[in-house]
């Protein structure tokens, strides 16, 4: 075949492709859909008795923040790193964490304010539901965090879908806390934060694969 016909053969073989939306939309899409259906969620659940109390301590407000400040970052560092040269510093990337690490050390210093930290910690304060519920309010935040990215290319995969999946989780996180009826520190390190970086782990590894733009060429 002559490179002429060679050319015109692919031509014709071409389909449309759909152009994506920049970052900041796609992550308002996100934003918005997952925290609807978390909010559906936790409705269907049923807030905690007092919620209308607890919204007014400072602590709840600051952790309640912090995770969805954490899901936020993350996603956006995930949609912006699906792009082939998006990422304009690799310092983005670091925002998501160091946000979840100044998570930690509040919840740190909260445990170290309300004494016995350490006993609090050894008692292993982990409710059951609490694992179900941050993993089921996770599954749809994460569904459509991936899909999105599989409209893209993305390039660094480990990267991408750890963030992809800290979003997810943190947003289970969030919920779950307006759900459980428990304020203490200890618990939300154990019960909730410990079981959201596990579960950032197991989406990430689970997920990784289907992100290789090679598995979806051909």
Known sequence: MKTDELIVELTRSLEPV???????VRLARWAMVSLSVAALGVLAIGPRADISTAIRQPSFAVLGLMALVT???????????SIPGGERTPAQ???PLLVGTVWVLTLV?????GGAAWTRLLALPVHAACLVEIAGFAVVPAWGLFAMIRHAAPLSLTWTAVLAALAAASIGVAATQIVCPVDDSAHHLVGHLAPMALLTLGIAAA????L??????G
Do not use: D, F, K, Y
């Open 18 to 24: 759909e152009r994506l939306r920049s970052p900041l």
């Open 71 to 81: 899901a936020i970052a993350a996603a956006a560092s995930a949609l912006v790193l």
């Open 93 to 95: 990337r670091g925002v």
């Open 109 to 113: 210093a909260m445990l170290n304010a």
């Open 207 to 210: 997920r990784r694969p289907s």
């Open 212 to 217: 290789r733009w090679s598995s979806r060429v």
